[in-house]
T-cell receptor, first 111, second 117 residues
């Protein structure tokens, strides 16, 4: 079955720097991949979707890449701010189109 | 986008009892999903709730333990039955809200934090 791997260790980044989070998956390459943000005590919030034929997607300070050869997506936050501190989840569809999620990476932006 | 509310937001329950969680959406949606998120773990899909038909359960989850209702296109309930401490978790409902083609994004409720003693 499809598995998603995200770095389970927290990532500490100095304010103003670029934060880069990694999502690796096994088995088949999905038609698209998504990133969500989750704050403590809240449900995940959708951020970006990137399709298999797209190398890169941007939204304001966010950038996502999708490398189907490496079976990897990178999620970048440029000019990071303390308000960006949260857990970021990678998600992708199974073959039956149901969405599965990684465990997420906790990001701390240090002032 | 869809706005989703859940009730209760949190509860502390005794083992052996049952709790019903409500999920309300501000728009009509075909499918609603129930997830569980245990501490330090990823979201795990429990079941898919379709209006007018039985819910579809994922491997490891059964209807007797997690009965689901879907009486209309904006509402669903999940019951956690005969609870044990292992059921302590956050329970989230979500809906699909399409982008284009077959790619769907999900909108989540705020979650119900359940502690079973």
């Amino acid at each position: 079955s499809q598995k998603i791997e995200q770095n389970s260790e927290a990532l500490n980044i100095q304010e103003g720097k670029t934060a880069t989070l990694t999502c690796n998956y096994t088995n088949y390459s999905p038609a698209y991949l998504q990133w969500y943000r989750q704050d403590p005590g809240r449900g995940p919030v959708f951020l970006l979707l990137i399709r298999e034929n797209e190398k890169e997607k941007r939204k304001e300070r966010l950038k996502v890449t999708f490398d189907t050869t490496l079976k990897q997506s990178l999620f970048h936050i440029t000019a990071s701010q303390p308000a960006d501190s949260a857990t970021y989840l990678c998600a992708l569809p199974r073959r039956d189109d149901k969405i599965i999620f990684g465990k997420g990476t906790r990001l701390h932006i240090l002032p | 986008s869809a706005v989703i509310s859940q009730k209760p937001s949190r509860d502390i329950c005794q083992r052996g009892t049952s709790l019903t969680i409500q999920c309300q959406v501000d728009s009509q949606v075909t499918m609603m999903f129930w997830y569980r998120q245990q501490p330090g773990q990823s979201l795990t899909l429990i079941a898919t709730a379709n209006q007018g038909s039985e819910a579809t359960y994922e491997s490891g989850f059964v209807i007797d333990k997690f009965p689901i209702s879907r009486p209309n296109l904006t509402f669903s309930t999940l019951t956690v039955s005969n609870m044990s401490p292992e059921d302590s978790s956050i329970y989230l409902c979500s809906v699909e809200w399409g982008t284009s083609g077959s790619a769907q994004t999900q909108y989540f409720g705020p979650g119900t934090r359940l502690l079973v003693l």
